[in-house]
Structure formats: C-alpha cells, structure tokens
C-alpha cells in the first residue's frame, strides 16, 4: 500500500476542495491513488467541487461582521446571482465574516479556521457547493481594527442587513466609541460606496496613476491651443479637480454637497485612518456564453 504522505493529502485537497481528514480517508481507501480518491470523495458528496472548479465564479455576496473597535470584510463568489438568494449562503457568508474577525487578512487563515459546528470554513463551503451545485470560492478578506474608536460598516443593495453586493469598512480613530461616530462611519460607508475615491489621501494617490492622467490632461491642454503658462495653469487645475474626484479627504461630502469630507472629520473631533470597499466581482474576467449554444450541448447529452 503506497504511503499516504501530506504532500499527497494537499495535492488531493487542492484538486477537490475537500477536507484534510476526508482527503486522508480517500487516500486510505483507494491506496493512495489519487484520481481513484477523486472519485471516492465525488461518491460521498465530499468532492463536487472537482467538477465545477474551472468554472468562472464572479457572482455572489460581499459580508461585514464588526465587534466594537474592529470589522472584517469578505468576498465569496458563485456561479450565478441566484445562489445570493440563498439562505444558506447568506447565512454562510455572514458566518464567514465573523469567523474573518478571528484570522485576519489572511484567506488560507481563514479557509482553515473551524467553524461552530466543528468543520473548517473550506469543508462548510464544500459542504455547500454539493448541496447547491455551484463553484464557490473565497476570494478575499480584509480586516480593519482600531486602537480607540470605531470600525463601521455600510453595505449597499443589503439582501441581509451585513450581505450584498458592496460593502465598506471605515475606521475612525477616537478618544471613545459612540453612536454619532457609529453613524459618521456609515455616512462616509456610503459616500465610498458611491463615489469609489481611490485613495484617502492626496500623497497615497500612485505615481502611476498620477502621471497617466497628468498625461491626458497635458495632451487635452495643448489641443486648446493656449499659451505655455496658461496650460501650466490649465494642467495645475486639472490635477486639482482629479485629487477632488478620486481622494476621499478631498471630496464634497455627498450628504450636503458643500463641506469637505476632511472638514467633517474634523469636526468630530476624530481621525480617519483607513477605508476598504469591497465590490462584487471587481476585477473578475466573466466568461461570455451563448446560452443557446449551452442548452443545445446539453440536449446532446
């Protein structure tokens, strides 16, 4: 009988998503053949994943958990925006983000932190990928903690009060936590989810990003046809109004459309110290079908 070693059980798990002691107990069963342990795990119920793994996962929910002075955010994605319907999803999700408060930024940490029935969140989510025959995947996690204030949060198209498909974490430094500042720190959630600045401060804006729009608003100057020291001018207002549209501190506050978000921080008498806004599905390729196409494949069985 061939030796189960852990790089076997770690080869087995990555391929199916399966848990460590359900991956051993495979390997035990069918003498450390892996594809005959595939099949094994698929026959329990324990390896569905397998089979949907290659599929683009660039639905699903984002979720928020807090505990006082510290908030976790995480995405999971599905298939399909039915599976955000799900009760067991949600709830799977919401139980994530709390179980994130624990493991940090870290998605591995996470994946391999039990849950409160006794199973790892990677078996849990197995568990759910069999029962509503969908690939799912944890995609990322972010946690924000504060030494003296608050973490808030706000989550935009809420299918649950802490689930959808936008969510941000605002922390605010503070000599004490409060309901005021509680509710700052869902106003400014709010004005992230909507204004989607990409930095809280001019000198986080990257220089990469910086000279990419210095470029165009060079490019944009000299097509007017001015004098060199009025596009100096010109190119000065520009870089201005672009740290106004995309600096978080710099911005009009959405909620009176006049005052500074940096003023009204300021007149709480806190520190904004750092914001994460999660959007479903950023940065995923989806995969284009033709749905026609897919039901005359199947017709063919």
Known sequence: MAQITAALVKELREKTGAGMMDCKKALNE???????????????????????????????????????????IVEINAETDFVARNEQFQQFVEDAAKVALTTGNDV????????????????????????????????????????????????????RPTVGKIAVLVALEAPSASADLEDLGRKIGMQVAAVRPIALRIEEVSSEELEREKAIFVEQARASGKPDNIIEKMIDGRIRKFYEEVVLLEQTWIHDGESKVKAVVEKSGSKLVVFERFHLGEGIEKEETDFAAEVAQAAKG
Do not use: P
Request: no cysteine; aromatic share 2%.
């Open 108 to 159: 591995e940490a996470l994946k391999n932190a039990t849950m409160d029935n006794g199973k790892t969140v990677a078996e849990n989510l197995t568990s759910l990928i069999a029962t509503i025959g969908e690939n799912m995947t944890i995609r990322r996690v972010s946690v924000l903690e504060v030494g003296s204030g608050v973490v808030a949060s706000y989550v935009h198209s809420a299918l």
């Open 30 to 72: 069918t003498a450390g053949n892996v594809e005959e342990a595939i099949d094994w795990l698929r026959t329990k119920g324990l390896a569905t994943a397998a089979k949907k793994s290659g599929r683009v996962a660039a639905e699903g929910l984002v979720g928020v958990a807090t505990a006082g002075n510290k908030a976790a």
